[in-house]
Each structure stands twice: as C-alpha cells, then as structure tokens.
C-alpha cells in the first residue's frame, strides 16, 4: 500500500523477498503498476512469482496498464510456461519497456515470448538465461533449441531494435567488446 498512487517513486527493488508468497501479492502489484506513475524501473527478481497461479493474471492486468516502466526484471521466479504468457502478453502494452529479464524461470516453448520479442517496438536488452535442466521436470519446462529458434526469428523481425540478448549460450551486452 505504500507504493500505491505514488507519483515521486522512480525505482522499486523488491528482490529476493518472498513476493508472490501471498495471493493478494498479485493484486497489489498490479494496483502499484497501475497508479505509480513515476515508476520506471522494477527489480522482482528471486521471488516466488511462479505460485501465484491464476492470481497471476492480476499482475498481469496492472503490468499491461504501466505505460511508464523502461526496466523489469522478474528472473527467478518460477514463472514456468503459464506465467510467461501471462507476463509476455501483458508487455505487448508496455511499449516504454527498454530492458527485461526474464532468465531462469523455465518457459519451455511458450509461444508468447517470442510472440511478444516480435511485436514489442522499443525492447532494446533482453535476458533469458536458462541453466541446464538436471531433473526430468526442468526438462520439460527448459528452452530447448525450437524455443531458442523461435526467438531468434522473432527478433530478426521485430519491428523493435534490440541491442543487447543474454542467454544460455552467449551474452552481447553493453560492456562486449
């Protein structure tokens, strides 16, 4: 609550602290989204996101709203393939969003991630590291070489310029050389 109608707040570290833990997680997100106006970067990084469930979509509702925010960052978060669409499908609105990271959350072949790289106008540094699956259930859920392929095709054609990918296999970032 006190990040809701919060119009001087600029940037919301919230990493590492259980987010998502609760269900009503999701709707005060997604009020924070939708009335912190200044907000322009948010760090959800390794939290618990991915045990919203359905609740998710509320994050969602108030992240497709945001028409503020340059950085997020929701890796780690065990986000898996439903939680990536919902969170892909609500960035297709978020046309200030400049970075993402979207690394180690397990989103298999979903669709609406490239989906989302293809249409989004002004992505320009994007994070899906993915580590190697050991279980039998990480490999279900693991970007696999279609995943990787897709989303290569997808930036090829964006309509967006993004500069900057870091994944499993390589990282081209702005200290590269």
């Known amino acids: 609550l006190i990040n809701e109608k919060n119009e001087t707040l600029k940037a919301l570290e919230l990493s590492n602290n259980q987010v998502g833990a609760k269900a009503e997680d999701s709707n ?3 009020r924070m989204l939708m009335t912190s106006t200044a907000l322009v970067h948010l760090n959800l990084s390794e939290n618990v996101l991915g045990s919203l469930g359905t609740n998710l979509k509320a994050f969602g509702r108030g992240l497709g709203s945001n028409k503020n925010l340059t950085k997020l960052d929701v890796s780690n978060n065990q986000l898996l393939p439903d939680g990536i669409k919902v969170v892909c499908n609500a960035l297709r609105t978020c046309t200030a969003m400049k970075d993402l990271n979207l690394s180690y959350n397990s989103p298999g072949r979903e669709a ?21 699956p050991q279980t039998r259930s990480e490999r279900t859920y693991w970007l696999d070489t279609r995943a990787k392929e897709a989303i290569g095709r997808a930036l090829l054609a964006a309509p967006g310029t993004v500069q900057f990918l870091q994944c499993d296999v ?3 970032t702005e200290t590269t050389r």
Request: proline share 4%; no cysteine.
């Open 28 to 30: 005060g997100l997604a």
């Open 112 to 132: 609406a991630l490239s989906g989302m790289l293809l249409v989004h106008p002004t992505l320009r540094s994007v994070g899906i590291v993915e580590k190697e």
């Open 170 to 172: 390589f990282a081209l």
